[in-house]
């Protein structure tokens, strides 16, 4: 098998990857994109996957199945993560998909998504010596693997992400004063519960939020992914990007270049995480990995 196609399916996007194994054992990608259709939106209140949620999705499912199977994939391989392992009514949704277009959705545990993004890391990124601490942060939950160089010492999943985060303290627009505040003492109680500490000497964040700061930072009008790839955020870039939300209302901050106008409503919440994780892991700045679950999912899959 030389040609795989990934499809990431999270509470905030989904993700589409198309990878060609090269001779050298190296992935090229043929195509690497997104849709933002929010399959997690009212999740945290409802339990369930809306109606007109559920069937964006699996059409979006469905049309980058058949993108795959244009570009001559052998496999597609479709996974669900923090959404999917939450809603009371994932079945229907698994099954919607298998009848658009005949993708099977395997719902993956919080765990092997971590060791997903972990390889995804190790193979895009240099890695100093030392403590390592890998996060993705999404729409439904943040992952956290901890490691030593290529070791992988411990991962676990905490069910805290943008969209709950965005519900419980950023539903009014523009936001009330005092509420980044709240949002970020209930992010630290969680992460300190969860026992996210220590102090890595490599702190490496990915994901939509942490990609969308960093082309918010660089002004990007179109994303560049070799410009993002193994790029910083410092604690100053973070805390600038807080203000620079908290200060807007969400039609202001869809003008911002470099930021997706479908993550001008969530942003603000993902910028509070990341606060919150520089903080708790006395780190000054995080290196950008513009790779994913998905690009570790097609590594695992052709390298076997």
């Keep these: 098998m030389k040609k795989v196609a990934i499809i ?3 509470s905030k996007s989904i993700k589409f990857f198309v ?7 190296s992935i090229k990608t043929l195509l690497d994109t997104n849709d933002i259709a929010a399959l997690g ?18 059409q979006s499912v469905a049309a980058f199945a058949a993108k795959a199977r244009e570009l001559g994939a052998e496999k597609i391989v479709s996974v669900g993560t923090m959404a999917l392992r939450s809603a009371e009514n994932s079945a229907d949704f698994v099954a919607r998909v298998k009848e658009l ?12 998504e971590a060791r997903l993004s972990y390889l995804a890391v190790l193979s895009g990124l240099p890695l100093k010596d030392g403590d390592l601490v890998i996060f993705d942060t999404g729409g439904g939950s943040t992952e956290f693997i901890f490691g030593h160089g290529t070791e992988l010492k411990n991962r676990f999943s905490v069910n805290l992400g943008s969209n709950r985060i965005t519900e419980d303290f950023f539903a009014d627009d523009p936001v009330k ?3 980044v505040e709240k949002a970020i003492a209930q992010i630290d109680r969680e992460f300190a519960e969860a026992g996210v500490n220590g102090k890595p000497a490599q702190l490496v964040g990915m994901g939509g939020t942490v990609t969308s700061m960093g082309a918010v930072k660089h002004k990007m009008v179109k994303y560049d992914p070799d410009v993002i790839q193994g790029s910083a955020l410092t604690k100053e870039d973070v805390d ?15 003008e911002l270049p470099g930021l997706q106008p479908k993550r001008a409503d969530v942003i603000l919440a993902g910028a509070c995480i990341l606060k919150d994780i520089l ?18 999912l097609a590594f695992d899959l052709l390298n076997k």
């Design 101 to 112: 277009c005949d993708v099977d959705v395997q719902i993956i545990p919080g765990e092997e």
């Design 177 to 179: 004063e005092g509420s």
């Design 41 to 58: 939106e009212g999740l945290s209140k409802t339990g369930r996957i809306s109606e007109e949620a559920l069937e964006r999705n699996a």
């Design 19 to 25: 990878g060609e194994k090269q001779e050298d054992g």
């Design 8 to 10: 990431d399916i999270g």
């Design 279 to 296: 903080q708790r892991l006395d780190a000054p700045q995080l290196t950008i990995s513009d790779r994913g679950l998905r690009h570790g």
């Design 240 to 254: 600038e990007q807080v203000e620079a939300y908290a200060a807007r209302t969400i039609a202001e901050r869809r």
